[in-house]
């Protein structure tokens, strides 16, 4: 069974400064998909970044990026110029590509961003 | 395109009821999952339903059902309510044109049930 581990409950960074959340995984399977997801405060769970793990190349949206090491199986997410709107519980996601697969969580990062 | 919806918002039970909450996915999504979200527990699968069928379903007993209409939408019965089972219902749609493209989830706002 898949698992996912993300060994920070709490992070805080300074508004403007950059944060890196981690995130690992475990897995047998060689073609798969990496996400991170961000709920903010009582509101709705968005997507922030996607991987495919074929692709060798670091996914990047703006200020978020990944390091997506498949050999360590890990898949940390970068914040840079972090602004007091990123704060939110962040959680990495694993799911494989076939049809009986379903989205495996991590516990959550809740990040505080401090002005 | 509106997202994914869910009904109701909130809702307050007492042990031993049945709750029916109901997932709205958006235009095009053929596939619906359904998960808890509790303090303690983090996101729990509870299941997915794809072209009105099961396809997966989580580590939860039998009280916990759902279903899939022709039009996508998705509902998701709890029957026999307990404490424990207060939390947030979160329901995410994906367009799943293949059977092996995995696609993205999109989530909605949730439903907080509290059963006291």
């Known amino acids: 069974a898949q698992t996912v581990t993300q060994s920070q409950p709490e992070m805080s960074v300074q508004e403007a400064e950059t944060v890196t959340l981690s995130c690992t995984y475990d897995?047998?399977?060689?073609?798969?998909?990496l996400f991170w997801y961000k709920q903010p405060p009582s509101r709705q769970m968005i997507l922030v970044i996607r991987?495919?793990?074929?692709?060798?190349q670091n996914a990047t949206e703006n200020r978020f990026s990944v390091n997506f090491q498949k050999a360590a199986k890990s898949f940390s997410l970068k914040i840079s110029d972090s602004q007091l709107g990123d704060t939110a519980m962040y959680f990495c996601?694993?799911?494989?590509?076939?049809?009986?697969?379903?989205?495996?969580f991590g516990p959550g990062t809740r990040l505080s961003v401090l002005p | 395109k509106a997202g994914v919806t869910q009904t109701p918002r909130y809702l307050i039970k007492t042990r031993g009821q049945q709750v029916t909450l109901s997932c709205s996915p958006i235009s095009g999504h053929r596939s619906v999952s359904w998960y808890q979200q509790t303090p303690g527990q983090g996101l729990q699968f509870l299941f997915e339903y794809f072209s009105e069928t099961q396809r997966n379903k989580g580590n939860f007993p039998g009280r916990f059902s759902g279903r899939q209409f022709s039009n996508s939408r998705s509902e998701m019965n709890v029957s026999t309510l307990e404490l424990g089972d207060s939390a947030l219902y979160l329901c995410a749609s994906s367009l799943r044109i293949t059977g092996l493209a995995r696609e993205t989830q999109y989530f909605g706002p949730g439903t907080r049930l509290l059963v006291l």
């Open positions: 996601a694993f799911t494989g590509i076939s049809l009986g697969q379903n989205f495996v």
């Open positions: 897995t047998s399977e060689s073609n798969y998909y």
């Open positions: 991987q495919e793990a074929y692709k060798q």
